[in-house]
């Protein structure tokens, strides 16, 4: 089994940043793509960002291109989110995901993942 576990959000205003760091223990992920997904009250579970764990390929949702950089580290076996610019429309419960065999741009087709963290809270204010 596998466990994931997000850090790292908080409270802040418009403009500033935030990093996201997710801890996964149990397993290595040398098959798995990891990645970011994102869910705002009333709303549906969304993509953000994901990371091929062995090639370090990487994937962004089109409303986080530019200001958001995901980003791993092999030996520690943690994954990371750098947010910049925020937005109060960033405003979301963030979840670490891990799935076996796909790439980064495969897990931005569906809110489909083997394991969930249990979400860390990003909150941005005007």
């Known amino acids: 089994q596998v466990q994931l576990v997000e850090s790292g959000g908080g409270l802040v205003q418009a403009g500033d940043s935030l990093r996201l760091s997710c801890a996964a223990s149990?397993?290595?992920?040398?098959?798995?793509?990891l990645g970011w997904f994102r869910q705002a009250p009333g709303k549906e579970r969304e993509f953000v960002a994901a990371?091929?764990?062995?090639?370090?390929?990487?994937y962004y949702a089109d409303s986080v291109k530019g200001r958001f950089t995901i980003s791993r580290d092999n030996a520690k076996n943690t994954v990371y989110l750098q947010m910049s610019s925020l937005k109060p429309e960033d405003t979301a419960v963030y979840y670490c995901?891990?799935?076996?065999?796909?790439?980064?741009?495969?897990?931005?087709?569906?809110?489909?993942?083997?394991?969930w963290g249990q979400g860390t809270q990003v909150t941005v204010s005007s």
């Open positions: 995901a891990a799935r076996r065999g796909i790439t980064a741009q495969y897990m931005g087709r569906e809110a489909k993942a083997d394991y």
């Open positions: 990371i091929s764990w062995s090639s370090d390929s990487t």
């Open positions: 149990g397993r290595t992920f040398s098959s798995y793509a």
